[in-house]
């Protein structure tokens, strides 16, 4: 079955502007949550959505938001970006939500931002 | 604080040769412990996930171990392969009430380069 997918893969923007980023989950999951990738960091959790609610929040400015729709995909925003904002940034897919043992999570390949 | 330390940062090998990477945490209540390998510009995937009761488990030539009352645990690579060439991401999931992949806790990973 497909994976989880993210588009557009790599996109280019400058400072100010405004960005989405489209995420499809694997068929059948309900649960999506977006990281953010950068060399020096790691991977930071942004949010986490289950049936099209937002159950938790990482400490990111209100720049970055998300929703999930109906079919479970799922937008990230960005808005105003920065410099800083150049990630790359994932999103994974589960059956259920939260880290549970049982709980496989699933990640796609992510977006390439890179803001100039 | 909820913290994971891996160990290496990075680690350079050569091909055929055996490895052990590092995970050190101080996540509690500790529920699991997964390993991902993240290629280049690619997402993480999930080579193992651990609960509290489990000590090893494998996923062909990688062994993951995991010593609960000390909070390490170690990836094993056996018989390196140049496909090996990624970072091995440690990440941790606390317990608790109304779980969220919030609670998931990611190291910062391990640069492994096999060389021929």
């Known amino acids: 079955k497909a994976g989880v997918t993210q588009t557009p893969r790599y996109l280019i923007k400058t400072r100010g502007q405004q960005v989405t980023l489209s995420c499809s989950p694997i068929s059948g999951h309900r649960s999506v949550s977006w990281y953010q990738q950068t060399p020096g960091q790691g991977l930071q959790f942004l949010f986490e959505?289950?049936?099209?609610?937002?159950?938790n929040k990482g400490n990111f400015p209100g720049r970055f938001s998300g929703r999930q729709f109906s079919n479970s995909r799922s937008e990230m925003n960005v808005s105003t970006l920065e410099l800083g904002d150049s990630a790359l940034y994932l999103c994974a897919s589960s059956l259920k939500e939260g880290g549970g043992s049982g709980n496989t999570i699933y990640f796609g390949e992510g977006s390439w931002l890179t803001v100039v | 604080k909820n913290q994971v330390e891996q160990s290496p940062q990075s680690l350079i090998i050569l091909e055929g040769k055996n490895c052990t990477l590092q995970c050190n945490y101080t996540v509690s209540p500790f529920s699991n412990l997964r390993w991902y390998k993240q290629d280049t510009g690619r997402g993480p995937v999930s080579l193992t996930i651990m609960t509290f009761s489990e000590n090893t488990k494998s996923n062909g030539r990688y062994t993951a171990t995991l010593d609960a009352d000390t909070k390490q645990s170690s990836l094993h690579i056996t018989a390196s392969q140049l496909s090996d060439s990624a970072s091995y991401i440690c990440?941790?999931?606390?317990?608790?009430?109304?779980?969220?992949?919030?609670?998931?806790?990611f190291g910062r990973g391990t640069q492994l380069t096999v060389w021929p």
């Open positions: 959505y289950f049936s099209e609610t937002q159950r």
């Open positions: 990440v941790v999931s606390a317990n608790g009430r109304g779980s969220t992949l919030g609670r998931l806790y």
